[in-house]
C-alpha cells in the first residue's frame, strides 16, 4: 500500500469531501499522519478566509524540500481554492503535481494514474456539481468511528455579497432523496449512530429539483432508519427557515435539540449591505418559533464583525442581539475580503485594528454568555452520545448531549458508542464535565474507571 497525506481547512462539506477521497483512494493508499511519510499529499483548501488560503500557500511552499528528496511524491491541492485559482497555482509552485476542485473528487484515481504514466501537471476545476456514491467501508466512513456527515445538495444561490461559496461550489444541486437515504442506510449498517445532513442551505433542499421531497419531509424519511439513534443537520439560512422544519423539532424523536442558525449581524443595515434577505426582527421571530417548539434547542451562530460600513451603532446592534438571543455558541470571525465577491469592493471597509477590537469585544460577551447557557446543565442528567477519549485528556472520554455540547466524564473505553446517562458536575468555558450515573438515577454513584490502553 502506497501512504496518504491529507489535510482539510474549512467547513463541514470540506471534511465530508476528504473521507470522500480516502474511501475512493483506499485500494492503493492508507492514511498516514505526517507529510514526510507520504507518497501523495492532498491539501483540501478553503477560500472563505484569506487566512485559511495563505496557509495553504506556506504548506506548498514548505513541501518544495520534500518533492525534491523525493520526486515521485504527488503534491495535490483540491477543494475551493484549487477550484477559484486553478492553473494559477502551477505558476507559483512548478513542483506540485495536481489541481482538482471539489466537484472533480470523482477523477481522482484517474488523475492520479494518468499522472503516474505521465508526469505533466494536471487540472480539473471545470466541472459541475457531483455527488461521489460511496462504497461500504465501514472504517473510512465517519468523522469518529460513532458519526458521520451526508451531503444532500452542494453549491449555493444566494450570493451574500462577503461569499466566495456560489463562485467555487457552483449553484445549488440537490442529491435524489433516495441516494441519500441508501448511504444513511450503509452508514447506520456499518455502526453509526449519528449522521448529520449536510448542505451550504440545507433549507432550500429540493426546490429547484422536479419532484424531489422538501428538506422537511426528507428528514422525517431519513429519521425513520432502523438503527440510527441521532439526527442533525447544518447549515440552515434564516430566510428559508420554514415553519414545517421547525415543526420536525417537535415531532421527530431522534432529531436533536440543535439548530446552527448563521445571523452574520445584527444591524438590519448591515444585513442588508450582505445580501442576507431577513431582517433582525425576522431572526428573532425565528428564534423565539423555534423556543416555542422545542423550549431548551441549543441555539449557535456564525458572525461577521467588521463587514464593510458596519459603524460602531451597528456593531452594538450585533452586541445587543447576543444578549437577546443568548447563543450556545458563536463562531465569529473578522470580515475577510475575498476576490470576487461584491463586497471586497466596496469603499468603506473598516480598519483592521477595529475589526480586531471588535471581535475581542464579540467574543467576550459569548464567553459570559456561553458559560450561562452551559450552566442550566449542572445538577442535571443528560445524554451523551459517547464518541472518543477526550483530546484534551487522554484518561477521559467525550461525547456530545443532544444540544451538541461537549461532554467530558471518566469511562471505560468500551462505552464508546453508546449513549449514556451522564450527571454533569460542572460548566467549564465551552464544555461540560460530569461523571456516569450507575442504574440507580440520579446524583449516581461515582463509577471512577480509568480507560483502558
Ligand atoms: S448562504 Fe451566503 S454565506 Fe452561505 S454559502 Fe451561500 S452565499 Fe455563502
Keep these: 500500500m502506497k501512504r496518504l497525506y491529507i489535510a482539510t481547512f474549512g467547513c463541514q462539506m470540506n471534511e465530508y469531501d476528504s473521507i470522500r477521497i480516502e474511501e475512493l483512494l ?3 493508499y492508507k492514511k498516514v499522519f505526517e507529510p514526510k511519510d507520504a507518497d501523495l499529499i492532498i491539501l ?8 485559511a488560503e495563505h496557509k495553504v500557500y506556506s504548506l506548498l511552499g514548505r513541501f518544495k524540500h520534500l518533492k525534491k528528496k523525493n520526486p515521485s511524491l504527488i503534491l495535490a491541492v483540491g477543494g475551493c481554492v484549487a477550484q477559484q485559482r486553478g492553473e ?5 509552485f512548478p513542483y506540485l503535481d495536481i489541481v482538482f476542485g471539489p466537484h472533480a473528487i470523482f477523477k481522482l484515481p484517474e488523475l492520479i494514474k494518468t499522472l503516474e504514466i505521465n508526469r505533466k501537471h494536471l487540472c480539473i476545476n471545470n466541472l459541475e456539481p457531483h455527488f461521489v456514491i460511496p462504497r461500504a467501508r465501514g472504517q473510512l466512513w465517519g468523522i469518529d468511528s460513532v458519526r458521520a456527515y451526508v451531503t444532500v445538495m452542494q453549491g449555493c444561490d444566494n ?4 461569499c466566495i461559496v456560489p463562485y467555487v461550489r457552483g449553484r445549488e444541486a440537490s ?10 442506510r450503509l452508514l447506520v449498517a456499518s455502526g453509526i449512530k449519528e449522521i448529520t445532513l449536510l448542505g451550504q442551505n440545507v433549507n432550500s433542499y429540493g426546490k429547484k429539483e422536479q419532484g424531489f421531497p422538501s428538506f422537511a419531509q426528507l428528514l422525517k424519511e431519513v429519521s425513520k432508519i432502523k438503527g440510527l439513534k441521532r439526527l442533525r443537520f447544518t447549515t440552515s439560512h434564516p430566510k428559508d427557515l420554514s415553519p414545517d422544519l421547525i415543526e420536525c423539532f417537535s415531532q421527530i424523536d431522534n432529531l436533536c435539540p440543535h439548530i446552527h442558525l448563521p445571523v452574520q449581524a445584527g444591524s438590519n443595515k448591515v444585513l442588508r449591505a450582505m445580501n442576507r434577505h431577513y431582517t433582525r426582527e425576522k431572526y428573532l421571530e425565528l428564534v423565539s418559533d423555534l423556543r416555542s417548539v422545542c423550549p431548551d434547542i441549543s441555539l449557535t451562530t456564525d458572525l ?3 463587514f464593510p460600513g ?6 452594538e446592534q450585533t452586541l445587543s ?14 470580515y475577510s475580503p475575498r476576490p470576487g465577491t461584491k463586497a471586497a469592493k466596496m469603499s468603506n471597509q473598516v480598519p483592521e485594528l477595529e475589526k480586531k477590537k471588535r471581535l475581542a469585544k464579540v467574543l467576550e460577551l459569548q464567553d459570559k454568555i456561553g458559560l450561562q447557557r452551559l450552566s442550566r446543565f449542572v445538577g442535571k442528567n443528560i445524554k451523551v452520545l459517547v464518541d472518543g477519549v477526550s483530546k484534551s485528556n487522554p484518561k477521559q472520554l467525550c461525547g456530545r448531549s443532544p444540544g451538541n455540547h461537549v461532554v467530558n466524564f471518566v469511562g471505560t473505553k468500551d462505552l464508546i458508542g453508546k449513549e449514556i446517562d451522564i450527571y454533569i458536575e460542572h460548566a467549564c468555558q465551552h464544555s461540560l464535565k460530569g461523571r456516569i450515573l450507575d442504574k440507580k438515577g440520579t446524583g449516581g454513584e461515582f463509577i471512577q474507571e480509568v480507560v483502558n490502553g
Aim: proline share 4%; hydrophobic share 35%; charged share 35%.
Design 44 to 51: 483540501n483548501t478553503c477560500a472563505i478566509r484569506e487566512k
Design 159 to 162: 450570493f451574500c455579497t462577503y
Design 175 to 184: 442529491r435524489p432523496p433516495g441516494d441519500i437515504i441508501d448511504e444513511v
Design 26 to 28: 483506499s485500494d492503493n
Design 304 to 306: 461577521i464583525v467588521g
Design 321 to 334: 442581539l447576543l444578549e437577546e438571543v443568548k447563543f450556545d455558541q458563536i463562531f465569529a470571525f473578522k
Design 310 to 315: 458596519e459603524t460602531q451603532e451597528d456593531f
Design 88 to 92: 494559477e497555482f502551477f505558476e507559483r
